[in-house]
């Protein structure tokens, strides 16, 4: 019986010595991982940038001594502080070094965060993923990843940023550049000047004033008309013993091409002519005799003909120019004036004709004036 109680309170002694000891160890801590490990919190993006990222990062940290485990996004909402939060509490959770994530921003930059959970401070990088530059940006973001845990690990502090930078306002895309306005473009030609040419046999050279206008919107080519103002041409009758005189006037519209190298033009142009001729024809008596003089025109009384001219322009103004031209009148027609003598006693129909002027087929023409381009 003496036996049995100590063998009890034997057994008793043992079991409470294993409970005290039970009792005393500590638990058991997770054992740390045997390299460092960080966190990155992948961003809420399409399938395929993250699996870009996810491939990037996986090969970029295969090059240090430390591991990374993809993370679901934190929450895009709330604070800076919060998103710090939620963060280190995740890297306590998987004991981690640093926990990097992802902010995408309306411009289209995405803001690399890096938050160093022993020292609960964060830095904050840009990156460009707009448009196409959207695969370099994950190379980048791998990289930056990859360097800043390199850093972490060897002890080299990084810039810290105590909050993000600000977001600026979207730019404006980008719009296609355009030429300046260009100066409207003057297309109307006004001109007046000087102009002489022959006219008739031994009338000699005949002067007068030209005025035109052109049109200059087809260019190369153009259109134009002119107006020729002369005095009249004065005519002796010497068998009638008078004089008469004969008036034109000349009206031209034209075609043409315009080739110019700097301030310097040339035209060429083709013109067709009608000339309106008019004359005062009085009836003239000898006063010594009974014969009686009469002055006539023969039919038409309008010459026809083409007018080429080539014409020099020198603008030293955009909007005014000095000219030179020459060229040549080529009639279709003539016109004679006659003098007739009706002797006395001498038949009506046997009457002595003298031609008195003939216009001539081709003329000579040149002119010299001022432009004005409005």
């Not at 998987?94 to 160093?116: L, S």
């Amino acid at each position: 019986m003496t036996r049995a109680r100590e063998a009890v309170l034997i057994a008793s002694m043992a079991l409470a010595s294993l409970a005290a000891g039970a009792r005393a160890q500590p638990a058991q801590e997770p054992e740390p991982p045997q390299r460092p490990r960080v966190l990155f919190s992948m961003p809420p993006t399409d399938e395929e940038t993250q699996a870009e990222l996810h491939d990037a990062l996986l090969a970029q940290f295969a090059l240090i001594d430390a591991e990374v485990v993809l993370e679901p996004a934190l929450a895009s909402t709330g604070s800076l502080g919060q998103r710090m939060a939620e963060a280190q509490r995740r890297a306590s959770e998987r004991q981690a070094i640093a926990v990097f994530w992802v902010e995408q921003q309306p411009d289209g930059r995405w803001f690399v965060h890096m938050m160093d959970s022993a020292l609960e401070r964060i830095v904050v990088r840009p990156v460009d993923a707009t448009g196409d530059r959207r695969r370099s940006a994950v190379e980048a973001v791998a990289v930056m990843a990859r360097e800043s845990t390199r850093a972490l690990i060897e002890g080299v502090p990084e810039r810290e940023l105590e909050q993000a930078p600000p977001v600026p306002a979207p730019a404006p895309s980008p719009a296609t550049p355009q030429a300046p306005p260009a100066k409207p473009e003057r297309v109307l030609r006004l001109w007046a000047g000087y102009a002489g040419g022959e006219f008739a046999e031994d009338a000699g050279w005949r002067h007068g004033a030209i005025v035109g206008v052109g049109w200059y919107k087809l260019s190369p080519l153009f259109i134009g008309a002119s107006l020729l103002i002369t005095p009249p041409l004065d005519v002796p009758a010497e068998p009638a013993g008078a004089r008469f005189d004969i008036g034109r006037v000349p009206i031209a519209a034209a075609v043409g091409y315009r080739h110019r190298s700097g301030p310097v033009l040339l035209d060429l142009e083709l013109g067709l002519l009608l000339e309106v001729l008019f004359s005062n024809t009085p009836r003239a008596d000898r006063p010594e005799s009974e014969a009686s003089v009469e002055i006539t025109q023969k039919p038409p009384e309008f010459l026809v003909g083409l007018a080429p001219r080539l014409r020099g322009e020198l603008l030293p103004l955009p909007w005014a120019g000095v000219f030179a031209a020459v060229g040549g009148d080529v009639i279709l027609n003539d016109v004679e004036y006659i003098v007739r003598v009706d002797e006395e006693g001498e038949p009506e129909d046997d009457p002595d004709d003298e031609i008195l002027l003939r216009t001539l087929r081709l003329r000579l023409v040149a002119e010299v004036g001022i432009a004005f381009y409005l």
